[in-house]
């Protein structure tokens, strides 16, 4: 679990290695409120995603299925800052669909961890292709990140997309198409 007091200290460490008063009035309760901070946006590092797709129904016809723009916030691994966006998901069931909210909720699980967009896409497709065992999952992230805009090359606008696919997503590019079609609707 998160261990609030290293938090606290390790942040007025930072504060105090960039010069600043930890004394000052602004700065006095930062570190608690950056540990209480950390619970909520890393608090999908102590939760399972596949107990939001449990509840699967059955379904007689399998179309496809997609869930877009779900707004999502992650952290940057390798700096610490905030990258945002939308995730778009698809998936062709297999008998099997799960409520539209899970979905929501299984990119935030994900998101809410130290990340890299790369990998929380990877992390959101198995999930679905696991607990769903889908005909097909597509997950495509469309993502603004802070280390590339107030920092380094400060690009603001920026946008990262990445896309994975699996099963029948994987080489069907008329398939692919269809799903991209929907999410730009």
């Known amino acids: 679990m998160m261990d609030y007091e290293k938090i606290k200290a390790g942040v007025q460490l930072m504060l105090e290695g960039i010069g600043e008063d930890v004394t000052r009035e602004g700065l006095l309760e930062t570190p608690d409120r950056i540990a209480r901070m950390c619970a909520e946006i890393y608090g999908g590092l102590y939760e399972d995603a596949s107990v939001h797709l449990k509840k699967q129904f059955t379904v007689e016809r399998n179309d496809i299925v997609v869930e877009k ?3 999502f916030y992650s952290v940057c691994e390798h700096h610490l800052l905030p990258f945002y966006g939308k995730a778009h998901i698809g998936y062709i069931p297999n008998g099997k669909v799960v409520g539209l909210s899970k979905l929501a909720r299984t990119v935030d699980v994900f998101a809410r961890r130290p990340q890299i967009q790369e990998k929380l896409t990877s992390q959101i497709a198995d999930a679905l292709e696991e607990s769903l065992d889908p005909q097909g999952v597509i997950v495509m992230l469309e993502a603004e990140h802070m280390c590339m805009t107030m920092r380094g090359i400060k690009k603001p606008g920026s946008k990262t997309v990445t896309m994975v696919t699996t ?9 692919q198409n269809r799903f991209l079609s929907m999410v730009r609707q």
Do not use: P, Q, V, Y
């Open 69 to 71: 723009d779900i707004t």
């Open 167 to 175: 099963g029948c997503f994987e080489n069907n590019f008329e398939l």
